[in-house]
């Protein structure tokens, strides 16, 4: 499969990110509906959290088992990716608090939650970036079957990670503008673009695991902090639910690709 093949291939699996983003331009949302759509943001997201891990860990067992130094390499590389992913941000968070205190900058809910939104899309951006990996290395060396599968695999995720990022913007009830969901999609999306074109060129299953380590820790971060977003929305049993459904929601993609592969 040519280059110019690749390119477009990685540039659909990544657009339809925006397919979930376009949640953004909701608005006048009750009250229960903005809370119930903050923690289906939650429930993608641990899915996602959860799926990037075991795409960062298989590599490392695999190394592992073939008791190659290249396992002790990789197992560093998830728990410091991890490490700097999460720790990054909070650092980033204490800064920026500090800064805003200093200016005397007030923190409306609206700029709190487009703050959020744009962790998770750099966070989606740098698991896309490994995803684009896969095609571009499959594209220049596999069948071109496989290399479709795995595009609408990955359209089909992107599709849900959109609405993943979009989500504690949409919470808020305020209509997203279409350059702020632009900038969220070439962000999160643009990323599988840019990872195809240097998959086709170069391989590296270790750079892939510190993207996926990186992309993980980065999400767990904002989790924690749309957590604490809900507990301000006194959310409940809303909490519970949302989470269930984002769960049930990225579980289904999941078997849909699977099902496709079959």
């Known amino acids: 499969m040519s280059l110019q093949q690749t ?20 608005h006048r949302l009750s009250t229960s509906t903005r809370t119930f759509m903050n923690a289906v943001a939650i429930g993608i997201l641990l ?5 990037i891990l075991v795409s960062g860990l298989e590599p490392a067992e695999h ?5 190659s130094v290249l ?3 990789r197992t560093l590389l998830l728990l410091g990716g991890l490490a700097v992913g999460i720790l ?5 968070d204490t800064w920026s608090k500090k800064r805003r205190a200093q200016t ?6 609206f700029s709190l939650m487009t703050r959020m939104s744009v962790l998770i899309a ?3 951006g740098l698991h896309n970036f490994g995803e684009g990996l896969a095609i571009g290395s499959s594209a220049h060396s ?5 290399t479709t599968v795995l595009v609408i695999g990955f359209a089909l995720h992107n599709a849900t990670e959109g609405f993943g990022i979009i989500g504690p913007l949409a919470s808020t009830g305020k209509k997203v503008s279409w350059g702020l969901l632009a900038s969220m999609a070439l962000i999160g999306g643009g990323p599988t673009t840019l990872g195809s074109i240097v998959g086709w060129s170069w391989n590296n299953e270790t750079v892939t695991v510190a993207f996926y380590a990186l992309a993980a820790g980065s999400i767990i971060y904002v989790i924690a902090q749309l957590y604490a977003v809900a507990q301000r929305q006194a959310a409940g049993n809303l909490l519970h639910y949302g989470v269930v459904s984002g769960l049930t929601i990225g579980i289904a993609t999941e078997l849909v690709v699977k099902f496709a592969q079959g």
């Open 63 to 67: 190394a592992v088992e073939d008791h």
């Open 71 to 73: 396992g002790i390499t």
């Open 7 to 26: 390119v477009l291939l990685g540039f659909v699996a990544g657009a339809t990110i925006v397919l979930g983003l376009l949640a953004g331009r909701l």
């Open 104 to 109: 005397g900058a007030d923190d409306d809910e």
């Open 142 to 146: 596999a069948t071109s079957s496989l």
């Open 47 to 51: 899915f996602l959290t959860a799926e």
């Open 88 to 92: 990054g941000l909070v650092a980033y």
């Open 122 to 124: 750099i966070g989606m």
